[in-house]
């Protein structure tokens, strides 16, 4: 599987709501470079430092995907929303590294003013 056919199928399955776990290697690495800048290391440390986030998407949008050997970049569009609060648009850089089939770590940049406080 190349890097582009990993992180379509990320993000793909991402749309669907099922599967795009698998698309994760579990030492995998995650950078939020939104301050506070937040790290975490492992697959499961990482879908429970992300869970609210992944609750909130109503929408996604892949702008586009830049590849390199094992380095990919994807440009996004999220809809967003809380329970009970208004939808609001968050667009994201996505920077990945794929090896073997499996993303081994992700990076991530967006503005958090659009999010509620």
């Not at 990482?46 to 995907?65: C, G, N, Q, W």
């Not at 609001?88 to 990076?107: L, P, Y």
Request: net charge neutral; proline share 3%; hydrophobic share 35%.
């Amino acid at each position: 599987m190349t890097t582009r056919d990993t992180i379509q199928g990320y993000f793909d399955s991402l749309k669907q709501n099922k599967g795009w776990e698998a698309f994760l290697s579990d030492e995998m690495t995650f950078t939020s470079y939104t301050s506070p800048i937040k790290r975490v290391t492992g697959k499961g440390a990482y879908l429970e430092a992300t869970k609210r986030f992944f609750s909130m998407i109503k929408a996604l949008e892949v702008k586009s995907i830049l590849v390199d050997g094992e380095k990919a970049c994807a440009l996004t569009r999220y809809e967003l929303q809380i329970p009970g609060g208004t939808a609001f648009e968050s667009h994201v850089a996505e920077v990945f590294e794929v090896q073997k089939g499996k993303i081994k770590s992700f990076d991530i940049y967006f503005d958090s003013a659009p999010f509620p406080k």
